[in-house]
């Protein structure tokens, strides 16, 4: 089994699409779009128009990810001069928006089917349940987007339960890689092991002091131990 969330931890973005093999190839396009009108309008107003599109190996849409204009960010001044991280970012902040063309899996291979969905942080329990199960322990956990209608940070136990209807079971968890070697534009990187991840650079609001993060969101990868 792969995630019980009721923790912290830290670091990065991840959509985790279906098993991926050696030959599997995927690209990515970077678009002007309008977030998704499936969303709800409190939590649409934050999302920007950036849309990162991911293509299959034979040019087929498989899904496209919108980040939130500004993350909010809790850190000190020292922080923020040494490059934030995720571990400064509160626990369940909506981080951006994500819309499934065909049903896909996730980081624990439940499948998440078509459809419109949020994107939250959230961290794996440190305790030996999930010792082996992924390489890093930062999430973005998907929820429907009808469901979710107010983008202020919530209980962690409630968005496990919302992210839970993604599935109808376990919540669905996208894992989160460091985001090293992000550049202005976003780039998909084979990681290894069946992982492509998205490399991007994201605004951050700390307090009124404008700064960036680096995130690695990662597309394509499934946990070895599911």
Same mark, same amino acid.
């Given at each position: 089994m792969l995630v019980r969330f009721a923790g912290r931890a830290a670091v990065l973005l991840i959509v985790a699409v279906g098993p991926a093999h050696a030959a599997d190839t995927y690209s990515i396009k970077v678009a002007k779009a309008e977030p998704p009108k499936e969303l709800q309008e409190p939590v649409r107003t934050l999302i920007g128009? *950036?849309? @990162?599109?991911?293509? #299959?190996?034979?040019?087929?849409?498989?899904?496209?990810?919108?980040?939130r204009k500004e993350?909010? &960010?809790?850190?000190?001044?020292?922080? @923020?001069?040494?490059?934030?991280?995720?571990?400064?970012?509160?626990?369940?902040?909506? $981080?951006?928006?994500? *819309?499934?063309v065909k049903p896909m899996g996730d980081y624990k291979k439940s499948k998440v089917p078509a459809g419109v969905y949020t994107l939250r942080l959230a961290y794996q329990p440190?305790?030996?349940?999930?010792?082996? !199960?992924?390489?890093?322990?930062?999430?973005?956990?998907?929820? =429907?987007?009808? #469901?979710?209608?107010? =983008?202020? !940070?919530? =209980?962690?136990?409630?968005?496990?339960? $919302?992210?839970?209807?993604?599935? &109808? &079971?376990? =919540?669905?968890?996208?894992?989160?890689?460091?985001?090293?070697?992000? &550049?202005?534009?976003?780039?998909? @990187?084979?990681k290894g092991e069946g992982h492509w991840t998205i490399l991007l650079k994201q605004d951050v609001n700390v307090s009124g002091t404008k700064t960036t993060i680096s995130i690695g969101l990662t597309l394509i990868g499934t946990s070895s131990s599911v």
């Open positions: 128009e *950036r849309c @990162v599109q991911l293509f #299959d190996g034979k040019g087929e849409l498989l899904a496209e990810v919108w980040m993350l909010p &960010g809790k850190a000190t001044e020292a922080q @923020v001069k040494n490059g934030l991280t995720l571990k400064e970012i509160p626990e369940t902040s909506l $981080m951006g928006a994500l *819309r499934i440190e305790n030996g349940d999930h010792m082996g !199960t992924a390489p890093y322990s930062e999430f973005c956990l998907a929820s =429907p987007a009808a #469901d979710d209608k107010n =983008p202020a !940070t919530i =209980p962690a136990k409630a968005l496990h339960e $919302m992210s839970a209807k993604s599935t &109808g &079971g376990h =919540p669905g968890v996208f894992l989160l890689f460091p985001g090293k070697d992000a &550049g202005a534009e976003p780039k998909l @990187v084979d």
